[in-house]
T-cell receptor
Framework: QKEVEQDPGPLSVPEGAIVSLNCTYS??????FMWYRQYSRKGPELLMY????GNKEDGRFTAQVDKSSKYISLFIRDSQPSDSATYLC??????????????FGQGTILTVHP | DAGITQSPRHKVTETGTPVTLRCHQT?????MYWYRQDPGHGLRLIHY???????DKGEVSDGYSVSRSKTEDFLLTLESATSSQTSVYFC?????????????FGPGTRLTVL
């Protein structure tokens, strides 16, 4: 069983929809949680970063962490065609921060159509 | 853009031949990583480096070796390429221990082993 599970989709939504992307994990040592966005044939880029449980909002994006359920989410409001990309969750435990070794989910392919 | 380049960007090779991929950074980041990305698996860590001549294995290191003789360069070598090593390879750099554990990714190298 993988440490981080992410539904690969693909997910197709109309412009303006609310998108929910999710990951579950099994390692209770994970404390830092990230979402990366990867456009086609590009490298991933950091989109959101959260520490421990709670919510974090940045414009149309909200990252949510529920450590009791080992579940993290990324919500995209008013989705745009430019949001079409692969979204990867990533996480790291406190002990791993000395080398920055991230554990990634499989990635979810999102398409927002006009 | 964190100033990370990868070369070559595309390569087709035959089974049994050695292959070296190069990652070059201009950001003076201490930490460097090599990942492979395959459908259904997300990003998997191959090897990483935490300083010049300091390297260690990641999750999928069999069949790969690395070297880092300068801060800015991190080489990934496939000693004898196999078809299972057909993949997209990403280099990343990071400031592990930084507040957000962000990694910066290169544009990727698409490798096909026939």
């Amino acid at each position: 069983q993988k440490e981080v599970e992410q539904d690969p989709g693909p997910l197709s939504v109309p412009e303006g929809a609310i998108v929910s992307l999710n990951c579950t994990y099994s390692n209770s040592a994970f404390q830092y949680f990230m979402w990366y966005r990867q456009y086609s044939r590009k490298g991933p880029e950091l989109l959101m970063y959260t520490y421990s449980s709670g919510n974090k909002e940045d414009g149309r994006f909200t990252a949510q962490v529920d450590k009791s359920s080992k579940y993290i989410s990324l919500f995209i409001r008013d989705s745009q065609p430019s949001d079409s990309a692969t979204y990867l969750c990533a996480m790291i435990g406190k002990g791993g921060t000395s080398y920055g070794k991230l554990t990634f989910g499989q990635g979810t392919i999102l398409t927002v159509h006009p | 853009d964190a100033g990370i380049t990868q070369s070559p960007r595309h390569k087709v090779t035959e089974t049994g031949t050695p292959v070296t991929l190069r990652c070059h950074q201009t950001e003076n980041h201490r930490y460097m990583y090599w990942y492979r990305q395959d459908p259904g698996h997300g990003l998997r860590l191959i090897h990483y480096s935490y300083g010049v001549k300091d390297t260690d294995k990641g999750e999928v290191s069999d069949g790969y070796s690395v070297s880092r003789s300068k801060t800015e360069d991190f080489l990934l070598t496939l000693e004898s390429a196999t078809s299972s090593q057909t993949s997209v390879y990403f280099c990343a750099t990071g400031l592990a221990g930084a507040s957000n554990n962000e990694q910066f990714f290169g544009p990727g190298t698409r490798l096909t082993v026939l």
